[in-house]
């Protein structure tokens, strides 16, 4: 009992330092919302840049980071969910299995800049599709594939074992039962936990540098060979080349709002969303 | 029936194809990385990595030394590590065993909004905010130095230390902490001298994890270090590190030019360094249980 007082002062200590992480991240949010939404009207966001971004909006920079998001969804979903269904359906304990596994991990620590590179070398010059949208979904989805594996599985696991005995024990065939009676209660867990995945890829900057960003590019791309801008090159430009980044600074906190915005939309709105399915399909 | 056997055996060789490609993608990634670095190994050699300059560009002689960009990463992940230590371990044991259960539903999800930052807005803040406060604060002729991107990295990786940890000290059987507390050890006793030593493989392995992740950004070390490709190990200096290099410099470079190869180079050794930091960690939380 004698400790009391020296108890309660390394539980406030401990407190204390956690409360500092949320009064900083609390203060970063607050400074970019307080002097970002003065800059942000109608304009901003579906005007085109003009005299090289310092005046105008950022339209084509939504835009291309939207058409990365679709591109990367597009190739990355599919291929990511798949791999989750092998791994968790069919996959025994062999050494390939433990191979895919030691590459998805191997995958989610793969720097970005590395993952640039690649995409540089492989897709931009030896594919020879240039710097493109193409390119640039294609480096994404490589960097977000072991995210979206893990979050599928996860979904899949939650699904009770009994679901599938009762299935194959009435003679449906494995895929039958995935099919029917697998798949549709985990799809809802698989979408969300990949989103909150996708949505950090939208605001990666170093992957889209080498493959696919235009600093200045006042139009909208018309093929998937087109390079475009993309919101968060646009403001790494803006605020670190531009010959007056002092006086574009509204628009350097315009464009770091919207894009704080996206991004934390997206992943929040997936969190909402599962805790919602699991209240849903709670066995 | 037949034909639902034949469909079953297609949907399965489908599936397996498709789990084939991480490894495929792992594999290309080296493949490439290589191909791209090979002719500077062929041509100056790998004995010019050794150089002690960086110099890519010059009218006299152009050097390709990683020693300054390898010093500048490795100063910018030490500053950052020790940093990220205190605030993820004290934040994790606060989070999983003296939040209350409402705080807790607060917190976590709070914390996770960090890690969905994009790590440009936070470059961009260090730019505008913190670098001009690091200098005010310690008289500085710059602000724009290691310990202000440290400060931002730290940042950065501290949510995935925290998440890892918590469910490292979560993973602890309840049965050490109610043996621990019948014996009469206090609260803090308990999680101090139990709780935490059984879970300090899977916080060590966190650490590694959240290492990782610092030593292979980019954004915030290119906006807020600086830049300057010297050797030093001062805090206060401006740093430049691996990856910062290759996004400043491979927009500039010709493709197949001998600085476009030692780029590539650079990107390799980045590559081993965060594979291996990444192999170790995931064994340790394997060792002792504690993967999610």
């Known amino acids: ?283 | 029936m037949k034909l639902q056997a034949w469909k079953d055996k297609a949907v399965k060789l489908l599936l397996l194809g498709a789990a084939s490609t991480s490894i495929l993608v792992v594999l290309l990634i080296f493949l490439f990385l290589g191909r791209e670095a090979f002719p500077f190994l062929k041509e100056p050699g790998i004995k010019a990595l050794f150089d002690t300059r960086w110099i890519p560009v010059s009218f006299q002689k152009v050097r390709f030394g990683l020693l300054p960009l390898f010093t500048g990463s490795l100063l910018i992940t030490g500053l950052a590590t020790l940093i990220t230590i205190p605030f993820s371990v004290f934040g994790a044991i606060y989070i999983a065993e003296m939040a209350r259960p409402a705080e807790r539903e607060f917190l976590k999800p709070f914390i996770e909004i960090l890690a969905a930052i994009p790590s440009v807005v936070l470059g961009f803040f260090g730019l505008i905010v913190l670098a001009p406060l690091v200098k005010s604060i310690f008289h500085l002729y710059s602000g724009l130095n290691a310990f202000t991107g440290a400060l931002l990295l730290a940042l950065m990786a501290i949510p995935t230390v925290i998440s890892i940890s918590e469910d490292a000290i979560r993973s602890v059987p309840i049965s050490y902490k109610n043996a621990s507390l019948a014996l009469g050890a206090s609260e803090l006793q308990t999680i101090l001298r139990v709780t935490v030593p059984a879970a300090l493989p899977g916080i060590i392995a966190a650490v590694m994890l959240g290492m990782g992740r610092i030593i292979g950004e980019t954004m915030v070390v290119l906006m807020v270090t600086g830049n300057a490709g010297i050797v030093t190990l001062m805090p206060f200096e401006s740093v430049r590190t691996m990856t910062a290099t290759i996004a400043a410099e491979m927009g500039e470079v010709s493709f197949g030019s001998i600085h476009y190869s030692a780029l590539f180079c650079v990107g390799v050794v980045l590559l081993l360094i965060t594979f291996g930091l990444n192999l170790v960690s995931q064994r340790v939380l394997k060792k002792y249980g504690m993967m999610q």
């Open chain 1, 1 to 283: 009992m004698k400790n009391r007082p020296f108890e309660i002062l390394i539980k406030n200590l401990l407190r204390a330092t956690t409360y500092c992480i949320v009064i900083f991240i609390g203060y970063i949010l607050f400074d970019i919302i307080r002097k970002g939404l003065p800059a942000i009207n109608w304009e901003f966001i579906s005007g085109f840049p003009r005299k090289s971004g310092s005046e105008g909006g950022i339209f084509p920079a939504i835009v291309g980071t939207l058409y990365l998001l679709f591109g990367t969804m597009l190739t990355a979903l599919p291929l990511g969910i798949a791999s989750a269904v092998y791994l968790s359906e069919y996959a025994r304990q062999t050494l390939f299995t433990r191979s895919i596994r030691l590459a998805i991990i191997t995958l989610a620590g793969v720097p970005s800049i590395v993952f640039g590179l690649f995409g540089l070398g492989m897709f931009v010059i030896f594919f020879g599709f240039g710097a493109s949208i193409l390119a640039g979904s294609l480096t994404l989805a490589c960097m977000v594939l072991p995210t979206i594996i893990v979050a599928s599985e996860e979904a899949l696991r939650a699904v009770p074992q009994s679901l599938r005995e009762g299935s194959l024990a009435l003679g449906a065939t494995q895929w039958q039962t995935i099919w029917k009676n697998v798949l549709p209660y985990s799809l809802s867990g698989m979408l969300t936990g990949s989103i909150l995945g996708i949505g950090r890829a939208a605001g990666e900057t170093a992957p889209i540098l080498l493959t696919v960003a235009a600093f200045f590019l006042p139009k909208l791309p018309q093929s998937i060979f087109d390079q475009v801008m993309a919101l968060p090159y646009h403001l790494y430009i803006l605020a670190t080349q531009h010959p007056e980044a002092h006086k574009v600074r509204p628009l350097q906190y315009g464009t770091a709002l919207v894009l704080l915005a996206l991004v934390i939309s997206l992943s929040s709105g997936a969190m909402l969303l599962r805790s919602y399915f699991r209240r849903k399909y709670r066995w």
